[in-house]
């Protein structure tokens, strides 16, 4: 149970950090973090709990794999809201660089509101 709850903290984590304004590169590699962090973890910390040998770099692999397809999910679902909250917001005027800002186009000097 616990790597399900990890996967979608990871989905929680690429969305929450992208719905912030962070950029979607540095927001699924923080993401992609999170369940090799867990894996050393629970190789590392936890008691040994059994037998064989070590699985480690492909638990790594595999994990880390699940929590980069994790993340990506979280940051495209937060891509398509931000889509939507700018075309509400703004209308469907293409506005990239002056989203948020409160510099005009034409006069590039910032308005006294």
Do not use: Q
């Given at each position: 149970?616990p ?23 540095t927001?699924w ?26 699985m ?29 909250y ?12 002056f ?15």
């Amino acid at each position: 149970m616990p790597p399900f709850i990890d996967l979608g903290s990871a989905f929680i984590i690429a969305l929450v950090l992208r719905l912030c304004g962070m950029r979607k590169l540095t927001a699924w590699l923080l993401s992609c973090c999170v369940m090799p962090i867990y894996i050393l973890f629970c190789e590392f910390i936890l008691p040994y709990r059994g037998g064989g040998a070590s699985m480690l770099p492909i638990a790594i692999f595999g994990g880390g794999s699940l929590g980069a397809i994790s993340g990506g999910l979280g940051i495209a679902i937060a891509s398509i809201l931000l889509k939507i909250y700018r075309k509400n917001r703004y209308g469907d005027k293409p506005r990239k660089f002056f989203l948020d800002s409160k510099i005009t186009p034409k006069s590039r000097h910032r308005l006294n509101t």
